[in-house]
């Protein structure tokens, strides 16, 4: 019963930069960790960012320094800023949130539908 929604996505030349964002929705009680996950056509689906509720921060090595993670969570947003975009950027991006709908139950993985995000040469 967690909906998470991403927007933000597009197409931009490479160089560009983009904002995603994702809200999450529904009976959520708490939220643990939230991250962005691509997953380019023909390939697995894999970790871009994740964020502690407190705010430490993970990346993978492709995208340090040029994406940054950030959470909102009295909005229980997550956005990722992009900046310096290439080509092999070009994914399609989900939302990943560690929460649970009841206070005595166990955290889960909620994916949103995925935010295209294209960039060209």
């Known amino acids: 019963q967690v909906q998470l929604v991403e927007s933000g996505g597009g197409l931009v030349q490479a160089g560009g930069s983009l904002r995603l964002s994702c809200a999450a929705s529904?009976?959520?009680?708490?939220?643990?960790?939230m991250g962005w996950y691509c997953q380019a056509p023909g390939k697995q689906r894999e970790l871009v960012a994740t964020?502690?509720?407190?705010?430490?921060?993970n990346y993978a090595d492709s995208v340090k320094g040029r994406f940054t993670i950030s959470r909102d969570n009295a909005k229980k947003m997550v956005y990722l800023q992009m900046n310096s975009l290439k080509p092999e950027d070009t994914a399609v991006y989900y939302c990943?949130?560690?929460?649970?709908?009841?206070?005595?139950?166990?955290?889960?993985?909620?994916w949103g539908q995925g935010t295209q995000v294209t960039v060209s040469s």
């Open positions: 990943n949130a560690e929460s649970r709908t009841t206070t005595w139950g166990a955290y889960r993985d909620y």
């Open positions: 529904g009976s959520i009680v708490s939220t643990n960790a």
């Open positions: 964020i502690t509720r407190f705010g430490s921060t």
